[in-house]
């Protein structure tokens, strides 16, 4: 079974004004796809791998039986299409909120607003290309900021993804340009959860 791209819950032009629609259409038909198609690519040379859910392959990642250059490929292209298929679910253009994770957020990190302050430091400060995470620690179940260059999956590392924020340029380019801290100061409005 190939791996596909997922439906939207929401029209592209739905974040508007904060994610403007020709961004999203190409994030979603154009990014993600490719990464899809790539990693459908790889996984063509392994059938025994072609079933798995991309989860299950980033996980286990480092114990996969297949050359390192194509271990890079699905760490490249498996994190691509795993990364984005979180990142769609959490936006939401009513912006419902997750009230268990708001008080868990604030048990770590003092406020909602010294956590959002946290996390657009780090995102803002990220070198190139890459997400900024919360992830529940896979140590201690702490809730933690973490960034990660190019696509690659907190689930890799044993930690388990809450939301992340794409800071490639190909998710803010066109409305935003090079303004990435006012990229992720819109995209809070959009977020669902806190």
């Known amino acids: 079974m190939k791996h596909t791209l997922p439906q939207l819950l929401y029209g592209y032009s739905d974040l508007e004004p904060y994610i403007d629609a020709k961004t999203m259409e190409i994030h979603h038909t154009k990014h993600h796809q490719t990464y899809i198609d790539k990693l459908n690519?790889?996984?063509?040379?392994?059938?025994?791998?072609?079933?798995?859910?991309?989860?299950?392959?980033?996980?286990?990642?480092?114990?996969?039986?297949?050359?390192?250059?194509?271990?890079?490929?699905?760490?490249?292209?498996?994190?691509?299409h795993h990364n984005h298929s979180l990142f769609w679910t959490y936006l939401d253009p009513a912006n419902k909120k997750d009230e268990m994770l708001a008080k868990e957020i604030i048990l770590n990190f003092k406020s909602i607003n010294d956590f959002k302050k946290q996390f657009s430091d780090s995102a803002t400060k990220a070198?190139?290309?890459?997400?900024?995470?919360?992830?529940?620690?896979?140590?201690?179940?702490?809730?933690?900021?973490?960034?990660?260059?190019?696509?690659?999956?907190?689930?890799?590392?044993?930690?388990?993804?809450?939301?992340?924020?794409?800071?490639?340029?190909?998710?803010?380019?066109?409305?935003?340009?090079?303004r990435r801290a006012e990229y992720i100061e819109s995209?809070?409005?959009v977020l669902m959860l806190i």
């Not at 299950?56 to 250059?69: D, G, H, M």
């Open 41 to 80: 690519a790889v996984l063509e040379k392994y059938p025994k791998l072609q079933g798995r859910p991309v989860e299950e392959l980033l996980i286990n990642l480092k114990n996969l039986e297949v050359e390192e250059a194509d271990r890079t490929l699905i760490q490249n292209h498996g994190g691509g």
């Open 187 to 189: 995209w809070w409005k």
């Open 127 to 178: 070198f190139g290309s890459g997400w900024t995470w919360l992830v529940r620690n896979g140590n201690n179940s702490k809730l933690e900021i973490t960034n990660f260059p190019n696509q690659n999956s907190p689930l890799s590392t044993g930690q388990q993804p809450i939301f992340g924020l794409d800071v490639w340029e190909h998710a803010y380019y066109l409305k935003y340009q090079n």
